[in-house]
């Protein structure tokens, strides 16, 4: 296994576009995480899976954000009606929580870098 | 609720130099601590961590840290920077309940060869 990969690593989009970013996680884990990491800041949690259900989300994530793990597998992020704010680089990350990792280490990927002209 | 705060957004230092990059925390439960290297557009790379046990944690590359919980704080060190270690480094805590990762605003090194 190669890590958890996403796509596209890029994206440039105009103002009111929609756009969907792809996250592939390590296979056997159980949950996947996204984060939206602006310019001169840390990642910042917006949601996360245990497997395909949707347990939490953070108030960053507003109505025009959504997101998917349908077979609890891969992974979508969908952002409606994009914004100039919502420029950022958006993570991915996976871990396998249980008795050999109780402390929810986390595997993230490289990221998709977001540009809304 | 967690945080972290991370002093110095910027620190540079001579090629073979101590690197000291500061991380103090904030926990209402018995803390998990991370640093995370991000190289120019790449993901987060794991350095170490702690979790419990001993409180001197050595990661890769030649990087460690220790926890003291007196004085809140999980300071990353390197006793001789390379020129490869040039690159934004962050701070994280997690901890028993908590499902994400608060991070800290992140420290970019640099390297003066």
């Known amino acids: 296994d190669t890590g958890v990969s996403q796509d596209p690593r890029h994206k440039i989009t105009k103002r009111g576009q929609n756009v969907t970013f792809r996250c592939d996680p390590i296979?056997?884990?159980?949950?996947l995480y996204w984060y939206r990491q602006t310019l001169g800041q840390g990642p910042e949690f917006l949601t996360y899976?245990?497997?395909?259900?949707?347990?939490?989300k953070s108030r960053l994530l507003s109505d025009r954000f959504s997101a998917e793990r349908p077979k609890g597998s891969f992974s979508t992020l969908e952002i409606q009606r994009t914004e100039q704010g919502d420029s950022a680089m958006y993570l991915c990350?996976?871990?396998?929580?249980?008795?050999?990792?109780?402390?929810?280490?986390?595997?993230f990927g490289p990221g998709t870098r977001l540009t809304v002209l | 609720a967690q945080s972290v705060t991370q002093l110095g957004s910027h620190v540079s230092v001579s090629e073979g130099a101590l690197v000291l990059l500061r991380c103090n925390y904030s926990?209402?439960?018995?803390?998990?601590l991370f640093w995370y290297v991000q190289y120019p557009n790449q993901g987060l790379q794991l350095l170490l961590k702690?979790?419990?046990?001993?409180?001197l944690v050595k990661g890769i590359n030649g990087f460690e840290a220790e926890f003291k919980k007196s004085e809140t704080s999980f300071h990353l060190t390197k006793p001789s920077a390379h020129m490869s270690d040039a690159a934004e480094y962050f701070c994280?805590?997690?901890?028993?309940?908590?499902?994400?990762?608060?991070f800290g605003t992140g420290t970019r090194l640099t390297v003066i060869p």
């Open positions: 990350a996976s871990s396998l929580v249980g008795p050999i990792n109780p402390y929810n280490e986390q595997f």
């Open positions: 296979s056997e884990h159980n949950r």
């Open positions: 899976f245990q497997n395909e259900a949707q347990l939490e």
């Open positions: 926990s209402s439960v018995p803390p998990y």
């Open positions: 702690y979790t419990t046990g001993a409180t």
């Open positions: 994280a805590v997690s901890g028993t309940g908590a499902n994400n990762l608060f």
